[in-house]
């Protein structure tokens, strides 16, 4: 089975820079986490941006889409910041024939407990099994756009259960 | 979505003794791993035994067989050593209206490089998103256990494709 | 031998938070690579400050001079950042009859890839085999204050060689 | 400085192999700790032998104090088991004009959590400060031979306190 893993950025592609003191969004580390897995999976890593998700624009989104629409790949795999993935998501719907799996991480994929290679995994997997649709894989599982929100405190996502979803 | 995680020992929870200059099957490691992903996921860890999977009788696969049928759980996955596997996963077909999902690792899960993290991600998706049946979340694909091989050189799990599957 | 490890903060102990999509200097990270060593060396961990080094102020300079000087301890561990350690080092000299050994890291602890645990094991160790005086355990050598420079390029601490240094 | 790390296999370099389920003394993992620690020091690797430390004969202790003997280098390191580092340091008193620093590792340097990097932190640094004599670097102390036991139990070394030392 085929699937490509769309980069944008965010928290799992942060890498830090001694000499300005600062983390930056780097390079994609999907490529890294799914070698170490030994995966016997046909993929391709592309990277779309390499932003942090606060500073996506409604035409950074408008991008994404494109990307997707476009693509060859019925079985996609987005990583993205946790800020706005939910945002993202909602941006996503509707496109048809394609089954698409956004997911990131609360710490960079270089952090030894971070939880980057965890989701990939949930990522990659969800992405072979679910049918056409848009889905966030985080914390161990599946949300539909419009029932998913991010706790800020307890850092994870989490089943938006109130009236306000959707 | 409530799922049960029986352990069964294997290279996945094998930890290094240096006073016997040896590795033996520890604790469930699974524990830690669902812990530091910080999943949401309502999930139960139990240990059914603690063994190399290369020295499991017909009497261990029966034993586990019965834990699964009798399992208040519909969602199932099962850490198993790699090398017989796919053999324990024969002996659950059959198993009406359960989800289970083998998984395992070729390196400790307390190894920096482990794969085991990432199979507990996808075995864990997949007991989530698949239908009833048996299957093996290894090496980034969910493969059917009689349509599956372990590549002991390529150190990884492969299709199955020649005639004399089944 | 009694050892004490004073923290004031630097690259070595910054830890993420995705909350605000930023690193921040968090607790000693000093503790947990001792625990993880299982050192049967007698220290104890102290923090000064928890400060980027860039931000250090003459005062905080000060501040850590005296406590040097007025601790009971003869063998001393300074973790801080790497952009001002050698200026902070400077400070130090002439402190009679003590061991001043300063560290920390191009990365942070908790980086899977981190200098911090192999850092902290040269400094511990030349804070008791060197004799008073103040040095620099960084990049697996010991440098001496008056002839170290940070190369930020290689991103690492060198032997400072021109007719600058001192 | 100039330093030579022997590696004589135990612990620190046994590596997992999933195809025979078993563990074994692999490449030395001396050169990946420097490489990732980044540092300036000069230093060369050399592997004497590959064994089990409980598995040296005499002939193997003579072997690495004749390499020791008759190397070119001043300062070195020695990589060994645990289980009887100290038996082999004991062969190597008397050699002068020589500073020899042992150490080894209690978990494998593949490991997550392993002592293997803080260890040969400590080890490189012992051999550039101290004088001439055999060293043993491990639990973040400088141990004598004569006076260091392992501690199978507690799983460290420690300072040998009774009069059966020496």
Known sequence: MKIIIYTTGG?????????????????PQANGVLERANVVLDY???SIMKKDSLDFTDEDRELIRR???SSSFERIVITH??????ATAKVLKGISDKTIVMTGSMYP????????VFNIGCAV??????????????????FMPDHARKNVEKNRFEEQTDNKAG
């Open 81 to 86: 910041g946790t800020d706005t993935m939910i």
């Open 67 to 69: 990307k997707v629409e």
């Open 109 to 116: 994929a270089q952090f030894r407990d971070s939880d980057a």
């Open 11 to 27: 928290t799992i592609d942060k890498v830090y820079f001694d000499q300005k003191s600062e983390y930056q969004v780097g390079d």
């Open 44 to 46: 391709v890593v592309e």
């Open 125 to 142: 997997t969800a992405a072979q099994t679910l049918g056409p649709g848009v889905y966030i894989a985080m914390n161990g599982c599946i």
